[in-house]
């Protein structure tokens, strides 16, 4: 993905948290089964997304420079997620279960981003203090993204492959 400014690899990630809280919250005021599966899809797609360039790129490139238990943390917790995302990529508003499961969805999601947010020793911060040159980094982690959204507008995505669940 072409830009005239440089990507920074933690803005980009953080920016993709801060849309599905947006989307979240959407969610949680919305009324109509419709807007629901609607805000579903798009928080399925974006967290399919976000976790796969994670995992492809950003966790590898910081894995041998900060502790190696926090991105083994993270790659668990992408797992729980993408076990309600492949869930509800295929749910529908008026199946049992369906707001909880978006909720609990929501609170791992909320609980994965402050461990990665995490003042001074979450995986940003510690990324931040290595030699990983962040834009360069960042410029790898939109290509990914841009391609996997242009897949995504064609047909949808398949499920989210879980790294350390057996399925």
Not at 106 to 117: A, G, M, N, T
Not at 129 to 138: A, N, Q, S
Request: charge should be negative; include cysteine.
């Amino acid at each position: 993905m072409a830009s005239d400014q440089p990507i920074d690899a933690i803005e980009l990630l953080k920016a993709d948290h801060r849309k599905v809280d947006d989307l979240f919250e959407q969610f949680d005021k919305a009324r109509r089964s419709d807007t629901k599966a609607r805000l579903v899809e798009q928080i399925c797609m974006a967290l399919k997304i976000h976790t796969q360039i994670e995992e492809e790129i950003f966790y590898p490139a910081i894995r041998p420079k900060i502790d190696d238990a926090l991105v083994d943390e993270g790659i668990v917790e992408h797992d729980g997620a993408k076990m309600w995302i492949n869930d509800l990529s295929n749910a529908k508003p008026t199946d049992p279960f369906y707001d909880a499961k978006v909720k609990v969805l929501s609170e791992d999601i909320k609980h994965h981003v402050q461990e990665e947010e995490r003042w001074l020793r979450g995986i940003f911060a510690q990324s931040r203090r290595t030699d990983i040159d962040m834009e360069v980094l960042g410029e790898k982690l939109a290509s990914r993204k841009a391609e996997l959204e242009a897949k995504a507008e064609k047909s949808k995505l398949p499920r989210a492959k879980m790294a350390t669940v057996s399925s």
